[in-house]
T-cell receptor, first 114, second 115 residues
Framework: AQSVTQLDSQVPVFEEAPVELRCNYS??????LFWYVQYPNQGLQLLLK??????LVESINGFEAEFNKSQTSFHLRKPSVHISDTAEYFC????????????FGQGTTLQVKP | DAGITQSPRHKVTETGTPVTLRCHQT?????MYWYRQDPGHGLRLIHY???????DKGEVSDGYSVSRSKTEDFLLTLESATSSQTSVYFC??????????????FGPGTRLTVL
């Protein structure tokens, strides 16, 4: 079985400051890793995903995440946040042999303050 | 945006009544999923479908049933709603061609309150 732990339920940060949202996972098999973002009153959107290859993956809006197999982590970072990044962020995994069933973490609310 | 609609968007019902939520897609995607979102739990998979009339259980399937008679529609039924099923329900779709690496696209959600 797989599980995902997001270590912070809320992360307050000032605009233009750097941020890291932490994600750890547990699995006995190889997995694919995802970050989804949910803006207020909307559904989830894919932010980025790690499948294989380079352990650093980037999104189009400046976020990046690094897969660390030894620490079973997939932390999300952004060097300078904007007010518009205020949202809830979900880390998720799926076993590489599965049909795409996602196991989500509890979510982290990023609150960007002016 | 992926063509996914959910209906109704909001519903208030009473304990013991049956409830059906509908997910409709215009993308002709093979896979469809129903999740529920609760504070402190993230999203949890209820049921999913890998084709017409092909469905399987997720991690929180008790009290829920699903049906998929057409590619574009995936129905979630609460046979006898309970207060513990008060939640926000999300439908998701994926093309399935790349299997587990496919991006899942989510609908706008249905907020269900069971009194």
């Amino acid at each position: 079985a797989q599980s995902v732990t997001q270590l912070d339920s809320q992360v307050p940060v000032f605009e233009e400051a750097p941020v890291e949202l932490r994600c750890n996972y547990s699995s006995s098999v190889s997995v694919y890793l995802f970050w989804y973002v949910q803006y207020p009153n909307q559904g989830l959107q894919l932010l980025l995903k790690y499948l294989s290859g380079s352990t650093l993956v980037e999104s189009i809006n400046g976020f990046e995440a690094e897969f660390n197999k030894s620490q079973t982590s997939f932390h999300l970072r952004k060097p300078s946040v904007h007010i518009s990044d205020t949202a809830e962020y979900f880390c998720a995994v799926t076993p590489s042999s599965n049909t795409g069933k996602l196991i989500f973490g509890q979510g982290t609310t990023l609150q960007v303050k002016p | 945006d992926a063509g996914i609609t959910q209906s109704p968007r909001h519903k208030v019902t009473e304990t013991g009544t049956p409830v059906t939520l509908r997910c409709h897609q215009t993308e002709n995607h093979r896979y469809m999923y129903w999740y529920r979102q609760d504070p402190g739990h993230g999203l949890r998979l209820i049921h999913y479908s890998y084709g017409v009339k092909d469905t399987d259980k997720g991690e929180v399937s008790d009290g829920y049933s699903v049906s998929r008679s057409k590619t574009e529609d995936f129905l979630l039924t609460l046979e006898s709603a309970t207060s513990s099923q008060t939640s926000v329900y999300f439908c998701a779709i994926s093309g399935g061609l790349a299997g587990p690496t496919d991006t899942q696209y989510f609908g706008p959600g249905t907020r269900l309150t069971v009194l």
